[in-house]
């Protein structure tokens, strides 16, 4: 079983930052894709960024320039660094990862219980 683990998120006045981290633990063999995915009240999920496993990035046009997603292959560990935010980013982030098991080598999706992000003043 693979467990992934969000912190970082809060409340922050517009135009402030903050950092996210997902910490990814149990029977792990590697991880592929990881992402930072986000839902607003009434709203869909959506994807903010994803990062392959050599470094490749993507980022949803509302973020692009001010987020930034990085990953310690070592450490398991996501994490998305958020710049010059803006009400609109208000959400509840959620960490992606896809990981080939440890067990059976088979590749399986899990997701994170997310983490609240509020930018208002």
């Known amino acids: 079983q693979v467990q992934l683990v969000e912190s970082g998120g809060g409340l922050v006045q517009p135009g402030g930052s903050l950092r996210l981290s997902c910490a990814a633990s149990g029977t792990i063999f590697s991880i592929s894709g990881m992402g930072w995915y986000r839902q607003a009240p009434g709203k869909q999920r959506e994807l903010v960024a994803g990062?392959?496993?050599?470094?490749?990035?993507n980022y949803a046009g509302s973020v692009k320039g001010r987020f930034t997603i990085s990953r310690d292959n070592a450490k398991n560990m996501l994490y998305l660094q958020m710049n010059s935010l803006k009400p609109e980013d208000t959400a509840v982030y959620y960490c992606?990862?896809?990981?080939?098991?440890?067990?059976?080598?088979?590749?399986?999706?899990?997701w994170g219980q997310g983490t609240q992000v509020t930018v208002s003043s």
């Open positions: 992606n990862a896809v990981v080939l098991s440890g067990i059976d080598m088979n590749e399986y999706e899990y």
């Open positions: 990062i392959n496993s050599g470094g490749v990035t």
